[in-house]
């Protein structure tokens, strides 16, 4: 039985508005700026959040190959970092996983900007595992006590276990993986000092791949593209955990963070992606978000194996009779 999921209505008409409105209010809008781009054409620099440069790396050829008098160089950088360079005014676009908080709003309309915060995609947190752990099934209610230390030993999750220690990375102490461990998983400021931080996804991966105690927590997009040869290699070293929103994880409830999963709502561990724009007129910078929230951007989106924000995602439902 085959079935159509898609994302309601309501949030395409938002992002087409959105987008809209941006246009708009850059062509009614008088500045004394010093920025000479348009919305396809010039050169600008944006800030990414590091965990979604294979999503950027895919967008960006598509757009400078339409536009090729467009050219955009993406600063990959933890979340914290990507948001201060926009605060600052050295870039006008960062692409992370949060909205603004009120503060930084305030900030942004005591200067006069008025920052658009566009919503192209959801993503996933990965849990990777090294190949040789047996535990490929955690709940959050687990992994909540991993990041508390209070499961601090793999026997606390497998009696059977001789892994001894349970060591938990991630990639950079001010990544969006780290506040979503804060926000999400743990919903407090307390931090097991089992964590530990690498410098980049990539390393999280080789160090799981090494360490058959460890476990590792990364963007799903970096594992998440079946026709891309570096993601596949990646899921040669590690296997990735299905989790449970349930408070024992069991084969029947415990998911992967397939497309399909994070549809349905049934993989827990997921966010927003946010294009966050503070250009005082329509620049490049509106006309890559534009782009990418565009029918164009959302299926390149959707071919990196994560789920796009208003992009229809196929899932068939086999049944055997």
């Known amino acids: ?74 600063k990959y950088l933890p979340e914290n970092a990507a948001l201060n360079l926009l605060l600052h ?63 601090s030993d793999w026997k606390q999750v497998d009696p059977a276990s001789k892994l001894g220690k349970v060591k938990v990375v991630f990639d950079n102490p ?25 410098m980049y996804n990539l390393d999280v991966v080789d160090y799981v791949s090494k360490n058959p105690n460890s476990i590792g927590l990364i963007g799903v997009s970096w ?9 596949l290699s990646f899921l040669k070293k590690v296997k990735v955990a299905g989790i449970s929103a349930s408070e024992v994880a069991k084969p029947e409830n415990s998911y992967q963070p397939f497309q399909a999963y994070i549809a349905t709502g049934k993989y827990p561990l997921t966010r927003f992606i946010y294009m966050i724009i503070s250009e005082p007129r329509a620049g490049l910078g509106t006309g890559f978000t534009s782009f990418v929230a565009s029918d164009k951007g959302q299926r390149i989106i959707l071919k990196t194996g994560i789920l796009p924000y208003t992009e229809p995602v196929r899932i068939v439902n086999i049944k055997s009779e």
């Not at 909205?99 to 008025?114: C, G, H, P, Q, V």
């Open 1 to 74: 039985m085959n079935c159509l999921f898609n994302f309601e209505m309501k949030k395409s008409i938002t992002v087409v508005t959105l987008i809209f409105s941006l246009f708009i209010s850059g062509c009614n809008k008088k500045t004394g700026d010093n920025y000479t781009d348009t919305p396809t054409t010039g050169k600008v620099s944006i800030a990414v959040d590091e965990t979604f440069q294979p999503i950027i790396d895919a967008e960006l050829p598509v757009f400078h190959a339409m536009y090729k008098y467009a050219t955009i160089t993406p």
């Open 89 to 151: 005014d050295s870039v006008r676009l960062a692409i992370v996983s949060r909205t603004l908080s009120t503060k930084e709003i305030a900030y942004f309309n005591s200067k006069k900007f008025f920052p658009k915060e566009v919503p192209v995609a959801i993503d996933g947190i990965a849990v990777l595992v090294n190949p040789s752990n047996p535990d490929t099934l955690l709940s959050v209610s687990q992994l909540r006590k991993m990041m508390l230390g209070e499961i």
């Open 174 to 198: 001010n990544s969006s993986t780290v506040r979503f461990i804060v926000d999400s998983i743990t919903k407090t400021g307390n931090l097991s000092k089992q964590l530990s931080a690498m």
């Open 223 to 231: 594992i998440s593209d079946s026709r891309d040869p570096k993601s």
